[in-house]
């Protein structure tokens, strides 16, 4: 995007194209009345992202922010998308990579999925299949989505997460630091800090259910706890298991 703002193509300064003025006033016009018109209708918001994306690309091409009088296309976003850059290129990707999909597809699954597809597009390129995942993005909700598409392109499976806070004292935290640590050695440097604090919950868990006769509770915790375990040492608490029976 940043070779896209300057006047340099392999090394050499190429010459700006010729500015269309009645054009580029007419864009930038019609860009200025739709961002106004958001403004005011925060219940209709982003119901022409789809026109916005567009029109951005062309005056990228055009450079019609030398109208006026800028020196760069991310000087010109900088004034108009005050705080929102970021998503001035989400629009400009969507009208650039979803062009298989008619406008009305994705009118309908708006812009934040629209987002995610590129996402999908970018990484199957010829080999993306419009079809199937136009039909997620029409039924997942918003985040279910986002993680089908990261599952998709990492190749892990993901799960929703929530920050969680906690008020320590400082004579609290030798303690809770040095339990983390334990579980971290035990599950592999890997692991984040929530899981290694769910296999010290887990463990809690267990014991307490242990004392209190529930099995149900403590298979629960122990099927959890397994699972955090690298998999030689599965392999080999499974065979010391059999071999006890």
């Given at each position: 995007m940043i070779g896209l703002t300057s006047f340099r193509i392999n090394?050499?300064?190429?010459?700006?194209?010729?500015?269309?003025?009645?054009?580029a006033l007419a864009?930038?016009?019609r860009i200025e009345e739709i961002l106004t018109w958001e403004k005011l209708s925060e219940h209709k918001r982003d119901e022409h992202f789809i026109e916005l994306g567009q029109y951005l690309c062309e005056v990228r091409a055009g450079q019609y922010w030398r109208l006026d009088d800028l020196k760069s296309f991310d000087e010109f976003l900088e004034k108009r998308f005050t705080g929102?850059?970021?998503?001035?290129?989400?629009l400009m990707a969507i009208h650039e990579n979803l062009k298989k999909i008619s406008k009305t597809k994705i009118r309908e699954v708006g812009w934040s999925?629209?987002?995610?597809?590129?996402?999908?597009?970018?990484r199957d390129r010829e080999d993306f299949d419009c079809a199937t995942w136009l039909h997620k993005a029409q039924v997942l909700p918003k985040e279910d989505f986002?993680?089908?598409v990261e599952r998709h392109i990492t190749g892990r499976t993901t799960e929703p997460w929530e920050i969680i806070y906690?008020?320590?004292f400082k004579t609290q935290l030798p303690v809770?630091?040095?339990a983390l640590e334990t579980a971290a050695l035990m599950?592999?440097?890997d692991k984040s800090r929530g899981y290694c604090l769910e296999m010290i919950c887990a463990d809690f868990v267990a014991g307490a259910d242990l004392e209190n006769q529930g099995p149900s509770a403590m298979t629960s915790s122990l099927r959890r706890l397994f699972s955090f375990i690298p998999q030689h040492l599965r392999d080999e608490f499974l065979s010391e298991m059999v071999s006890t029976k």
């Open positions: 090394g050499q300064v190429m010459a700006p194209p010729e500015l269309n003025r009645s054009r864009v930038l016009t929102s850059r970021r998503k001035a290129y989400y999925k629209a987002t995610e597809l590129v996402k999908v597009v970018r986002k993680l089908e906690f008020k320590l809770v630091e040095q599950l592999g440097t």
